[in-house]
């Protein structure tokens, strides 16, 4: 029997681990081969995930064509996905952020084709555009659930009041915000209003970009964006990747890896429905599938959280 939560207001079944495709960016994690891509995604179909995200602006639309590619055999209605619009890109590599009404309407018919779909559940405002009346980017997002192209909308990286203001203006029913347990910030106010609005949350860097995988020792260098995020360097580098080793007897107790059970922890929170999961390869996904229906005591899931308070 396949995991499944609601995923809040939406009434959607997804499964608690997302598959993330911001891998298939090139600027940010390098070139890596797509059909890797395509048997990770048709795996993760097979061990039970049906949760799959993604954005034009991930490798400016390569992510939504791999991953249109490789669910085209997939049953349609057994997968939820989410893509999300704000930067507007060019061939040249130029991009700002754009959110009007009308690059709306044009980027989301460009993602439905790379998607190879004729509707996307779930459509998220990827960030907040200063420039752009939030009315006028809501008005685009009902144009487009009336018209069927979109069956829920929602928002990626907003604060709690830019996602108060929004749900005042529109049916925003979904938020992707950054989540771990080392950077657990939104506990104070965007999760509890989360909670209480019924709102579905999926949590992007659970894993903290690999950082809490227990696979690093602290010393190694990287030649990807992380070379220059100050918890992949130093002392503080050296300190996470011990705490994360140092929780292996707490996993051993559950007969489970330690990404499983950070995973595992990160969806105890009653306000985080799911966790996405960047995945480069089959095993990446196998392993994070894993964590889909464990639970923890609490004693140990404060003893995690202790841990990695460093």
Known sequence: MCCRVRFGKSGLSVSP???GSWQLSPRYWGELPAEQFKKAIHRA???GVNFFDTA???GDGLSEQVLGEALADLPREEIVVATKVY?????DGRRHPDLSADYIIRECEQSLKRLKMDYVDIYLLHAYDPLTPLEETTEALEKLYRAGKIRYYGAS???VEQMRYACKLGNYVALQPRYSLIDREIEKDLLPYCAIEDIGVFVFSPLYHGLLTGKYQGTETFEDFRKNLP??????FKQITDAVRGLKPIADKYQMSLVQLILAATLAHPAVHCAIVGIKNASQIE???????KS????DYFAIRNALNV
């Open 17 to 19: 681990i997302c598959y």
């Open 45 to 47: 179909f097979d061990v």
């Open 56 to 58: 034009d602006a991930y």
């Open 87 to 91: 930067w507007h890109f060019y061939p």
């Open 157 to 159: 990286n907003f604060t």
């Open 231 to 236: 918890r992949f360097q130093g002392e503080k």
């Open 287 to 293: 392993e994070a599938a894993g964590a889909m229906g």
């Open 296 to 299: 923890i005591e609490r004693e």
